[in-house]
């Protein structure tokens, strides 16, 4: 939440003006994104009234050969009718450029407020969303591994240590212990797959009252297991933040949402409890990790492991089984 | 830099309803503001056309008691002509508004960037803006003694000491104590006093082209000697970040855009060299106190007292009497 750049406006005017969008009128640096900075634009726009965009500067993590699937996405699923953000080509058609040695890329903005506390409609709406999404990347012709995956948490996990683990929570080594391995064996094969947003959290929708107006943060997306999405969208709607209350009701909402839209075949909707212990598993082990190794001083806040943890338990529950019956 | 304090979108479409400016439509924290969080705020407006506006959160330094004071000054220049943000008033009339224990206000979005490199065109029109900023005060009836003034650059130095000084540099402490007992000594007075700004670095003027569309930041204005703007401005504008080097072109066209509208008395222009080292002396000795009681990993910049501390030397430089002798 920062922005690791200044740009002097004599900078941004330059760059702006590459891009067919008009003059640059105003220029503020918004506290969003953890490893990019942006800058909310305003140009006068191709028509003189006026025109917004984010400015994004790539700063850690994203790999520059991978921009292309990133904003080359947004683009697909844009001309789709998705509410994702239009890459803005340059004057040249490129999708990103290099100012100095960091790739810049200008998206368009969205209006839009992310939920803090959603209700039913709104989770139905983001259902809903993402299964169009699904729908609409169904013939993208970029890939992309996941990064984030089942080899990557257990890699995650040994970093760690059983030790470094059970120091953030006694119960949350116990918990890796058991589920990592089960996870491994059972982990479904077989299933569709698709580019997945893979990061779906409220943070990253906007909606105008119970519409979703932006699916946003496709940095973390990659070509996986579609109903895994589904599974990492449930575990970040469908739980207070710190993951000790369930809400059925956002829940039932979410599910039928998406089925309104893309249905789940029996085999996803069987696998969709396994899924989750997965999704809980990977926010619980990228969490660790980052708590382990970000210093306490550090500009990023540091997110809670165990938020993660408590919904791993809950999906592990065979009391909560019927979660994700077929309705 | 920062956003303090998160607000919930749901907070925040309670807060907006609470003022006629339509539905919150969106809202980006920005990275402005030191004492402050703000929000950049669209609303669908009273027309339905849209509406943008800056969210303060007053969460350090600020006395709620003297809100009144700078909020009212904004909406008093406002009405005067002169390009300042002004004070969203809610249904109730009241110019800021309680969420919690911190007070937050609405305030008018102003198009414009803050240069990094103004060109003298951008000076002069600087100079006028204040100048006529200067005229527009006039009536203002709201008064507020300057807390960052003589007195208070005796009491920051003494809480430094001088060893703390020389550890920071040996060249500040000889120089602070030197000008500091001068100071104290020539201080003018009977010169015009008005409301000033204070603190009109380029941050603090957003600029469209040579225009000048906004002085924003008005939370060190103050009632104090108005010539002494004109020198604090001058320190702010006419040199580089590091005060290594003069800009003659910037200083005069900053003088003659002021001068064209305020005519500086020959008082005024003859007490300018002296004011000029107060306003040096003025952000030295913040910047060294800050330095020295700001945690080295503290989410604020910490700024190189030795910038103005350069300054300070230029300005009691006898070399350099000419900056400002009557053209």
Request: hydrophobic content about 50%.
């Amino acid at each position: 939440m920062a922005v690791y750049t200044q740009l002097g406006s004599e900078v941004l005017a330059d760059l702006i003006a590459e891009f067919d969008v008009g003059a640059l009128v105003s220029a503020k640096g918004i506290a969003e994104g953890v490893s990019n900075s942006n800058w909310l634009i305003e140009t006068s726009g191709r028509d003189g009234r006026g025109a917004r965009f984010i400015l994004t500067m790539y700063e850690f993590r994203i790999d520059i050969a991978e921009l292309p699937f990133f904003l080359g996405l947004l683009d697909h699923l844009a001309e789709r009718g998705c509410p994702v953000p239009r890459t803005i080509h340059d004057r040249d058609g490129r999708l990103h450029r290099m100012l100095g040695d960091k790739a810049v890329a200008l998206i368009e903005f969205l209006p839009g407020v992310s939920v803090s506390q959603p209700t039913p409609a709104q989770a139905r709406a983001v259902g809903g969303a993402l299964a169009r999404m699904h729908l609409a990347a169904a013939d993208y012709p970029g890939a992309r591994a996941n990064g984030l995956g089942l080899s990557e948490w257990k890699r995650l996990a040994e970093a760690c240590g059983a030790a470094g683990l059970a120091k953030i929570d006694p119960k949350l080594a116990v918990l890796i212990e058991r589920e990592l391995p089960m996870l491994e064996r059972e982990w479904p094969s077989g299933l569709p797959r698709s580019v997945i947003h893979a990061d779906l959290f409220p943070d990253n929708v906007l909606m105008l009252g119970d519409e979703v107006s932006g699916l946003i943060d496709f940095y973390f997306a990659c070509t996986d297991i579609t109903a895994y999405d589904v599974a990492v969208t449930h575990a970040a709607w469908c739980f207070d933040g710190e993951g000790r209350s369930f809400d059925p009701a956002l829940s039932t909402a979410l599910l039928a949402g998406y089925e309104a839209v893309r249905p789940l075949s029996i085999a996803e909707r069987a696998a969709l409890p396994l899924l989750a212990r997965g999704a809980a598993m990977r926010f619980t082990m990228t969490r660790s990790f980052d708590l382990m190794n970000t210093p306490a001083d550090a500009l990023v806040t540091r997110k809670d492991p165990m938020a993660f943890a408590r919904r791993l338990a809950f999906y592990a529950d065979p009391a909560n089984a019927a979660v994700f019956a077929a309705s």
